[in-house]
């Protein structure tokens, strides 16, 4: 059964960070592009950050790029998003996706889900 069980969020006032993880079980996690997005209620899932499973490259969208990092331990089969200098923009529920698909520079998740996880920003 596969799985993605998503840890981290809360609530931090404007410029703090928060680091997001997203543990994968059930499939072979080296052979995917996992990714982070985010939907604020009444709006669409927006993608955040992916990262290619072609050939290991990262995205981000342009609202976060410079203050967002993901990276990926294949090892501990966890995606994590790293968020810096925090804006109340930013505040939303994020999720995981196990495999996604760059399309002019955008990260469109596809498969499985993590159930969400809050982050909040404060002004």
């Known amino acids: 059964e596969v799985q993605l069980v998503q840890s981290g969020g809360g609530l931090v006032q404007a410029g703090g960070s928060l680091n997001l993880s997203c543990v994968a079980s059930g499939f072979t996690f080296d052979d995917y592009g996992p990714g982070w997005f985010r939907q604020v209620p009444g709006n669409d899932r927006i993608g955040v950050a992916c990262i290619s499973k072609r050939d290991g490259s990262v995205y981000y969208s342009d609202s976060v790029k410079g203050r967002f990092t993901i990276s990926r331990d294949n090892a501990k089969k966890t995606v994590y998003l790293q968020m810096n200098s925090l804006e109340p923009e930013d505040t939303a529920i994020y999720y995981c996706?196990?495999?996604?698909?760059?399309?002019?520079?955008?990260?469109?998740?596809?498969?499985?889900w993590g159930l969400g996880t809050q982050v909040t920003v404060s002004s």
């Open positions: 996706a196990k495999d996604t698909l760059v399309v002019s520079k955008h990260c469109l998740g596809f498969g499985s």
